[in-house]
Nanobody, 121 residues
Framework: QVQLVESGGGLVQAGGSLRLSCAASGTIFSINDMRWSRQAPGKQREVVAHITSTGWTDYAASVKGRFTISRDNAKNTWYLQMNSLKPEDTAVYYC???????????????WGQGTQVTVSS
């Protein structure tokens, strides 16, 4: 079985920075695409950052230029560096990934439990 755990959330003032981490554990052979998503109260969940196995990245327009996604394959971990934070960035942030487990061919999608990010004005 595979488990994803987020960390690094908290309370920060507008203009500040946070770095979120997501660590995957279990019977993992490899991880393909990794993502960060967020959901604010009354709003739909949205993907804010995406990174492929080859290192290609993509971002939502609302965070482009402020957020950076990266990955450490040796640690089965990926990160979201968030700079110039705004109150509208306040949300629960979730990591997810497409994981190939040991002794299996196909990838399955797994999600973390979420971590709260609150940006005060």
């Amino acid at each position: 079985q595979v488990q994803l755990v987020e960390s690094g959330g908290g309370l920060v003032q507008a203009g500040g920075s946070l770095r979120l981490s997501c660590a995957a554990s279990g019977t993992i052979f490899s991880i393909n695409d990794m993502r960060w998503s967020r959901q604010a109260p009354g709003k739909q969940r949205e993907v804010v950052a995406h990174i492929t196995s080859t290192g290609w990245t993509d971002y939502a327009a609302s965070v482009k230029g402020r957020f950076t996604i990266s990955r450490d394959n040796a640690k089965n971990t990926w990160y979201l560096q968030m700079n110039s934070l705004k109150p509208e960035d306040t949300a629960v942030y979730y990591c997810n990934a497409d994981v190939i487990r040991q002794w299996r061919f196909n990838a399955d999608e797994y999600w973390g439990q979420g971590t709260q990010v609150t940006v005060s004005s």
